[in-house]
């Protein structure tokens, strides 16, 4: 981003003004939302993960659905609603 900034009062000053000072923080504070959001989709993709690895029961493929192409998963979630919905609910009894 300094680059940029440098780059633009470099090669034209004249329109370097509180605009495109508020431009620079805009594409900054970006930047920072999408970094926080990634690191947030790691950390819980890591504990989805765990807990897939502990459970006996869990299927083994869905750890390793986060690789998939989106249009794969949007499919196999479609098809788990579709199951879940379904089947009868299952109720615990005390």
């Known amino acids: 981003m300094i680059v940029y900034a440098l780059l633009w009062l470099a090669f034209d000053r004249r329109t370097f003004d509180?605009?495109?000072?508020?431009?620079?923080?805009?594409?900054?504070?970006?930047?920072?939302?999408?970094?926080?959001?990634?690191?947030?989709?790691?950390?819980?993709?890591?504990?989805?993960?765990?807990l897939l690895r502990v459970d006996n029961a869990a299927r083994s493929e869905l750890a390793q659905l986060d690789?998939?192409?989106?249009?794969?998963?949007?499919r196999h979630r479609d098809e788990e609603v579709r199951k879940a919905t379904s089947s009868p609910i299952r109720r615990a009894e005390d």
């Open 67 to 74: 690789q998939q192409e989106p249009e794969v998963i949007v």
């Open 18 to 50: 509180w605009n495109a000072i508020a431009t620079l923080a805009v594409f900054v504070m970006t930047l920072f939302i999408q970094r926080t959001n990634r690191r947030d989709n790691l950390a819980l993709h890591a504990k989805l993960d765990e």
